[in-house]
């Protein structure tokens, strides 16, 4: 960025605007000396070398710059909730709503050079304007209607225009999020006793002005007016939240780092069936996306992994410890299987090869598992020199004991893997479920629990509703399904609340969008009697939070993992305290430049 600035300043023009700019936090004060704009994504992060060290920061770094910044989408699905992602600025970096809606309007005008046309509402401005159910910067509204220099582009099927009072339900502005509270931590075995705030159990309704008492690792009480232990450290949690903590019920945390790096992923095998492996085995407790992760609120991440048609065994871990051991809550949550499955449209020239193809896939698949049944129903009689280990590991899941997860989005795979669990009377949880919505009263009637894997996504067919991945938890959720919502892959795990939370903008109800994040993974991970909600002899795995954790502009202001305060401190954190206090470098405004005009805000 700066040899492209120089260049431009050498040869006399001015660059209108860097695009994507992800480290613009890095040199504000040279392309505010320059006037070139900035336009970023909202918080994109490690998906590749040259991205590992942005920071969701970033955006509203360059615009507390003077730099005239805008948020882009990159994406045909990010581009379909840019309100979201102008929320997020509030969060990372403190803006106003005001300032974050300037990113997504008045500000890409100016970059355009079209501020006297769009980007506010003004007499004589292009009649262009987007309707929202609620505030456009709260993760709960979406989009009711969008016109175009005056003519109506889109309305949703529900708005009904001959209401009396159409209008939106709630017109709140978000504000940005309390700072991070400061707990001391001791030595030993301590007593903590969180006061003054809204306690959500989960389980039960929420507590207002409630106590929450910590001891030995485990919460000892909740309620209100509770007698404080003698020697508690007293925590004020007036006008604050505290949640149980947030549970990623699919993810490759630790073992993928930059995955656009081979070198960096660890998260397959080269075998067809690896039932053997444990994904426990490869985990880095020292990766930069756990505390990222762990600064949204997520305190246990399940841990799958990737490759092969029986891909191996998921693992569930804590999101604080020094060596992988300490991280682990739980080795083996459940097997991982990825059936083999033909696409819905086949080449005609290689048609019939596929077929066979696939059919020669399954055939092995199926003779997999039933060799593995005919191992259990011999193992009593072995020797232990006559054990095979990896027939040894499908014990649990070939008995019905523990959960197969099958990797499974389209309507056509998840019928097939319910068909091929019954087979084998195996415990199916479906892991994907794009389209999970359009068989969700089987999935209800079998009692087969699901795990969304992404709410954001596009629909999985040009036939299907625009908001059909948007609606599926809410559908879910209506027919009776046991589900969890996920953020999967790593390097957007930390997105996981507002997964939830724009879920709730299509039609989930805002106490099961924080289960789907909360107590239906723990039921799912079968460890619903340590975590998922804020109840006595719990593990105290606890958030303290500025508001509703499936808000975006929301802030965990607090944790405890496993009854132990943690520091809420990342990769991003340090470098948006680092850039932050840069020194002013004292650069003077460029002259005259040919091109557009400086792109500052001051």
Same mark, same amino acid.
């Given at each position: 960025?700066?040899?492209?600035?120089?260049?431009?300043?050498?040869?006399?023009?001015?660059? &209108?605007?860097?695009?994507?700019?992800?480290?613009?936090?890095?040199?504000?004060?040279?392309?505010? !000396?320059?006037?070139?704009?900035?336009?970023?994504?909202?918080?994109?992060?490690?998906?590749?070398?040259?991205?590992?060290?942005?920071?969701?920061?970033?955006?509203?770094?360059?615009?507390?710059?003077?730099?005239?910044?805008?948020?882009?989408?990159?994406?045909?699905?990010?581009?379909?909730?840019?309100?979201?992602?102008?929320?997020?600025?509030?969060?990372? +970096?403190?803006?106003?709503?005001?300032?974050?809606?300037?990113?997504?309007?008045?500000?890409?005008?100016?970059?355009?050079?079209?501020?006297?046309?769009? #980007?506010?509402?003004?007499?004589?401005?292009?009649?262009?304007?987007?309707?929202?159910?609620?505030?456009?910067?709260?993760?709960?509204?979406?989009?009711?209607?969008?016109?175009?220099?005056?003519?109506?582009?889109?309305?949703?099927?529900?708005?009904?225009?001959?209401?009396?009072?159409?209008?939106?339900?709630?017109?709140?502005?978000?504000?940005?999020?309390?700072?991070?509270?400061?707990?001391?931590?001791?030595? +030993?075995?301590?007593?903590?006793?969180?006061?003054?705030?809204?306690?959500?159990?989960?389980?039960?309704?929420?507590?207002?002005?409630?106590?929450?008492?910590?001891?030995?690792?485990? =919460?000892?009480?909740?309620?209100?007016?509770?007698?404080?232990?003698?020697? &508690?450290?007293?925590?004020?949690?007036?006008?604050?939240?505290?949640?149980?903590?947030? =549970?990623?019920?699919?993810?490759?945390?630790?073992?993928?780092?930059?995955?656009?790096?081979?070198?960096?992923?660890?998260?397959?095998?080269?075998?067809?069936?690896?039932?053997?492996?444990?994904?426990?085995? #490869? =985990?880095?407790?020292?990766?930069?996306?756990?505390?990222?992760?762990?600064?949204?609120?997520?305190?246990?991440?399940?841990?799958?992994?990737?490759?092969?048609?029986?891909?191996?065994?998921?693992?569930?871990?804590?999101?604080?410890?020094?060596?992988?051991?300490?991280?682990?809550?739980? +080795?083996?949550?459940?097997?991982?299987?990825?059936?083999?499955?033909?696409?819905?449209?086949?080449?005609?020239?290689?048609? %019939?090869?596929?077929?066979?193809?696939?059919?020669?896939?399954?055939?092995?698949?199926?003779?997999?598992?039933?060799?593995? %049944?005919?191992?259990?129903?011999?193992?009593?009689?072995?020797?232990?020199?006559?054990?095979?280990?990896?027939?040894?590991?499908?014990?649990?899941?070939?008995?019905?004991?523990?959960?197969?997860?099958?990797?499974?989005?389209?309507?056509?795979?998840?019928?097939?893997?319910?068909?091929?669990?019954?087979?084998?009377?195996?415990?199916?949880?479906?892991?994907?479920?794009?389209?999970?919505?359009?068989?969700?009263?089987?999935?209800?009637?079998?009692?087969?629990?699901?795990?969304?894997? %992404?709410?954001?996504?596009?629909?999985?067919?040009?036939?299907?509703?625009?908001?059909?991945?948007?609606?599926?938890?809410?559908?879910?959720?209506?027919?009776?399904?046991?589900?969890? =919502?996920?953020?999967?892959?790593?390097?957007?795990?930390? %997105?996981?609340?507002?997964?939830?939370?724009?879920?709730?903008?299509?039609?989930?109800?805002?106490?099961?969008?924080?289960?789907?994040?909360?107590?239906?993974?723990?039921?799912?991970?079968?460890?619903?009697?340590?975590?998922?909600?804020?109840?006595?002899?719990?593990?105290?795995?606890?958030?303290?939070?500025?508001?509703?954790?499936?808000?975006?502009?929301?802030?965990?202001?607090?944790?405890?993992?496993?009854? !132990?305060?943690?520091?809420?401190?990342?990769?991003?954190?340090?470098?948006?305290?680092?850039?932050?206090?840069?020194?002013?470098?004292?650069?003077?405004?460029?002259?005259?430049?040919? #091109?557009?005009?400086?792109?500052?805000?001051?």
């Amino acid at each position: 960025m700066l040899r492209l600035l120089q260049v431009a300043q050498d040869y006399g023009f001015r660059v &209108a605007t860097l695009q994507h700019v992800l480290e613009g936090y890095r040199v504000a004060p040279e392309m505010l !000396a320059h006037g070139v704009g900035g336009s970023t994504f909202s918080d994109w992060w490690s998906y590749k070398k040259e991205a590992f060290d942005a920071i969701p920061y970033n955006a509203a770094m360059m615009m507390r710059a003077g730099v005239i910044t805008s948020l882009n989408s990159d994406s045909g699905e990010v581009i379909r909730h840019l309100n979201l992602e102008a929320g997020k600025t509030m969060r990372y +970096g403190g803006l106003t709503a005001e300032e974050a809606l300037r990113m997504i309007t008045i500000n890409p005008a100016i970059q355009l050079g079209l501020q006297n046309r769009i #980007g506010s509402i003004e007499v004589g401005k292009d009649g262009d304007f987007a309707v929202f159910t609620r505030h456009p910067l709260d993760t709960h509204a979406r989009n009711v209607m969008t016109i175009i220099e005056g003519e109506v582009f889109f309305a949703a099927a529900d708005l009904d225009l001959t209401d009396p009072a159409p209008g939106p339900g709630d017109t709140s502005i978000p504000t940005p999020p309390s700072d991070l509270l400061e707990i001391p931590v001791g030595t +030993g075995a301590q007593v903590y006793v969180i006061e003054g705030a809204t306690v959500h159990p989960v389980t039960s309704e929420p507590i207002p002005n409630g106590t929450v008492i910590i001891a030995d690792g485990r =919460i000892k009480a909740v309620g209100q007016s509770l007698a404080q232990p003698e020697g &508690a450290t007293i925590i004020d949690g007036t006008g604050l939240h505290v949640y149980p903590g947030l =549970i990623n019920a699919a993810t490759q945390m630790g073992l993928s780092e930059i995955s656009g790096l081979a070198q960096t992923v660890d998260s397959r095998d080269l075998a067809t069936f690896q039932p053997e492996l444990r994904t426990l085995s #490869g =985990i880095n407790p020292h990766s930069e996306h756990i505390p990222v992760a762990l600064c949204e609120g997520i305190t246990l991440s399940h841990v799958l992994p990737l490759g092969g048609i029986v891909s191996g065994r998921g693992s569930a871990i804590q999101m604080s410890g020094w060596t992988t051991p300490e991280l682990l809550r739980s +080795g083996e949550t459940g097997l991982v299987i990825d059936l083999p499955s033909l696409p819905t449209a086949l080449d005609e020239e290689k048609r %019939q090869e596929r077929i066979d193809e696939h059919q020669k896939k399954m055939e092995d698949t199926e003779a997999f598992i039933r060799r593995a %049944q005919l191992y259990v129903k011999s193992r009593p009689g072995r020797s232990e020199s006559g054990h095979n280990l990896r027939l040894e590991a499908m014990i649990p899941y070939v008995s019905g004991q523990s959960s197969v997860f099958f990797r499974a989005n389209t309507y056509k795979e998840i019928l097939s893997a319910l068909r091929f669990a019954e087979s084998f009377h195996l415990k199916a949880v479906i892991l994907g479920g794009a389209d999970a919505w359009k068989c969700a009263d089987t999935l209800a009637e079998k009692s087969i629990p699901v795990v969304l894997t %992404q709410v954001f996504r596009v629909p999985t067919s040009p036939h299907e509703r625009y908001d059909a991945q948007y609606t599926n938890a809410a559908r879910l959720e209506q027919a009776g399904v046991l589900f969890a =919502i996920a953020s999967s892959g790593t390097e957007f795990a930390r %997105q996981l609340p507002v997964h939830a939370g724009y879920a709730v903008a299509y039609g989930l109800s805002p106490k099961a969008a924080v289960e789907a994040i909360t107590l239906n993974p723990a039921r799912i991970l079968g460890l619903v009697d340590r975590v998922g909600s804020i109840e006595a002899g719990k593990t105290a795995d606890v958030i303290i939070t500025s508001g509703d954790p499936t808000q975006a502009s929301t802030r965990t202001v607090g944790m405890f993992i496993d009854g !132990a305060p943690v520091a809420l401190i990342s990769l991003h954190e340090r470098n948006y305290k680092k850039f932050s206090n840069r020194p002013d470098p004292g650069l003077a405004p460029t002259g005259d430049l040919n #091109g557009p005009p400086a792109m500052r805000m001051r």
